[in-house]
């Protein structure tokens, strides 16, 4: 598995994960549960995973969306 992104933004990992979905490459977000021990502040970024065969793909498809988004996206 490859590393697709890491932010602390729930929401964009949630879209993005849905995006992956909708185009048949399945993904997991890592780190997910570190929040309990931070004490659900956001502060530790969790990890969207997709398979090493799907990573090309997938990182086209969240570069475009990107430049759709502009700057809105948060890091």
Same mark, same amino acid.
């Given at each position: 598995m490859k590393e697709l992104l890491r932010t602390t933004d729930e929401? *964009?990992?949630?879209?993005?994960?849905a995006m992956l979905r909708g185009e048949g490459i399945d993904s997991v977000i890592l780190d997910r549960h570190a929040s309990i021990l931070?004490?659900?502040?956001?502060?530790?970024?969790?990890?969207?995973?997709?398979?090493?065969?799907?990573?090309?793909?997938? *990182?086209?498809?969240?570069?475009m969306l990107?430049?759709?988004? +502009?700057? +809105?996206w948060p890091s």
């Amino acid at each position: 598995m490859k590393e697709l992104l890491r932010t602390t933004d729930e929401i *964009r990992l949630s879209y993005l994960q849905a995006m992956l979905r909708g185009e048949g490459i399945d993904s997991v977000i890592l780190d997910r549960h570190a929040s309990i021990l931070e004490g659900s502040i956001g502060a530790l970024p969790r990890r969207l995973m997709v398979d090493d065969d799907d990573y090309d793909h997938a *990182r086209r498809l969240m570069d475009m969306l990107e430049q759709e988004v +502009g700057e +809105g996206w948060p890091s």
